[in-house]
T-cell receptor, first 113, second 110 residues
Framework: ETGVTQSPTHLIKTRGQQVTLRCSSQ?????VSWYQQALGQGPQFIFQ???????GRGNFPPRFSGLQFPNYSSELNVNALELDDSALYLC????????????FGEGSRLTVL | QKEVEQDPGPLSVPEGAIVSLNCTYS??????FMWYRQYSRKGPELLMY????GNKEDGRFTAQVDKSSKYISLFIRDSQPSDSATYLC??????????FGAGTRLFVKA
């Protein structure tokens, strides 16, 4: 069974640029959630995708957007990067809606200069 | 006020000690309560998952939920250096969003 994989693991961008982060969900999981974890903080919910549709969204501006593909993999896009966007971005998959346990990848660490 | 409050520590204990980690919360609609462990440069992994009030034990780990006080705890018995990590409490209502505490950094000294 393949776990959640994320790419890239690290990246550096400058303010105003755009970034795309990718996630492959665990085999058999059709729900993907994205979280932002700032240094020294807990993960904060960005949004969730279920069967290619956004199922819920946290308190993040529209410049944070996402996609889910038919194979349940997902992308997180962030436009007009700001310094405060520097964080670890975590992707988590679950077998279905409302399933409590989140299976996390190792994250993509974004630094915005 | 944050929905979930957790002391960030750090907490340093000697090997073999009993560790107590705690969180308080404000939303009475939370029904599912979890503890995740996060090693440095890794994603969180689930340790304990409980529904509503009560205790749950799994090996050296015991999770307690007191909904009347809006208080949850994780106890680690016979702590080991390999338990050194950040422990995140988390909870949700059964919907799409899991709310995490800030995490407590634990160091177990050999």
């Amino acid at each position: 069974e393949t776990g959640v994989t994320q790419s890239p693991t690290h990246l550096i961008k400058t303010r105003g640029q755009q970034v795309t982060l990718r996630c492959s969900s665990q085999s058999g999981h059709n729900t993907v959630s994205w979280y932002q974890q700032a240094l020294g903080q807990g993960p904060q919910f960005i949004f969730q995708y279920y069967r290619e549709e956004e199922n819920g969204r946290g308190n993040f501006p529209p410049r944070f957007s996402g996609l889910q593909f038919p194979n349940y993999s997902s992308e997180l896009n962030v436009n007009a990067l700001e310094l405060d966007d520097s964080a670890l971005y975590l992707c988590a998959s679950t077998p279905g809606l409302g399933e409590g346990e989140l299976f996390f990848g190792e994250g993509s660490r974004l630094t915005v200069l | 006020q944050k929905e979930v409050e957790q002391d960030p520590g750090p907490l340093s204990v000697p090997e073999g000690a009993i560790v107590s980690l705690n969180c308080t919360y404000s939303n009475s609609a939370f029904q599912y309560f979890m503890w995740y462990r996060q090693y440095s440069r890794k994603g969180p992994e689930l340790l304990m998952y409980t529904y509503s009030s009560g205790n749950k034990e799994d090996g050296r780990f015991t999770a307690q939920v007191d909904k009347s006080s809006k208080y949850i705890s994780l106890f680690i018995r016979d702590s080991q250096p390999s338990d050194s990590a950040t422990y995140l409490c988390a909870m949700h209502t059964g919907g799409f969003k899991t709310i995490f505490g800030a995490g407590t950094r634990l160091f177990v000294k050999a």
